[in-house]
């Protein structure tokens, strides 16, 4: 077995999943799908209203999709990543994007605090169509 | 699963989930802006995915750990966590 030759295919009743053509299967790994992700967790703090960046490695060579969810102390919501809340009670602003290396998470408020940041983050694997 | 945390207070501040890591993974850091660089440190604990199907173990006795983070009953939160003297010890 070789790096090319393994993968999971599906065919369709009647076809053999070993031979059918590629383009008569019902699902193969050969070709751009979500193969696994890196995921994770972390927390950071903010005290002020400058902009807080997280950095994480990925090393892909490729710009992949990502999901990255965060909560602010006391935790109550979690948003989902992009999001510009402001209200009574609110006033966070969260982004992230990804290159080619790193998958980046910013956030800060838009008043000066003391506010604690959880994060979770999902970086999916594979080449996709950017 | 990897653990980032600052050496200077054993802050666990980052993870990467998961048992098995690749090299490239395994290589990878995550900074926050507001802790120097340089007092970034990152414990591994489970396996590494080596060419030619093998595998390199990383901290095996930090193992049971990662089983309770992935616990999905009950699970510890690792950012409750610190590192001390190369442990992981609870925090309050």
């Known amino acids: 077995m070789t790096d090319t030759d393994y993968g999971i295919r599906i065919s369709q009743k009647g076809s053999d999943v070993f031979s059918a053509d590629d383009n ?51 935790y109550t919501y979690f948003y989902r990543s992009p999001i510009n809340v402001s209200g009574l009670d609110h006033d966070y ?34 080449k996709g169509k950017i | 699963m990897i653990i980032f945390y600052n050496k ?3 802050n666990i501040f980052a993870t990467i989930d998961g ?39 990383h ?4 193992f049971d750990m990662v089983q309770k983070f992935e616990n999905d009953k009950r699970p510890e939160h690792p950012l409750k966590y610190k590192v001390d003297k190369n442990k992981l010890v609870r925090q309050t």
Not at chain 1, 100 to 107: A, E, S
């Open chain 1, 24 to 74: 008569d299967v019902v699902f193969t790994s050969k070709f751009a799908l979500f193969k696994g992700s890196i995921s994770g967790v972390g927390i950071a703090s903010t005290t002020t209203t400058t902009m807080q960046t997280i950095s994480i490695e990925h090393g892909f060579g490729y710009i992949p999709s990502v999901l990255v969810n965060i909560a602010p102390f006391p």
């Open chain 1, 93 to 126: 602003w969260f982004h992230h994007y990804a290159t080619t290396t790193h998958l980046y998470i910013r956030f800060r408020r838009t008043v000066a605090a003391s506010t604690s940041w959880y994060y979770s983050y999902f970086i999916f694997i594979d």
């Open chain 2, 8 to 10: 200077t207070t054993g």
């Open chain 2, 19 to 57: 048992r098995m890591h690749t090299t490239a993974v395994i290589d990878c850091m995550i900074t926050d802006s507001s802790v120097n660089e340089k007092d970034v440190d990152k414990i591994v604990i489970g396996f590494e995915k080596l060419d030619g199907g093998k595998t390199k173990e």
């Open chain 2, 59 to 62: 901290n095996m006795d930090m």
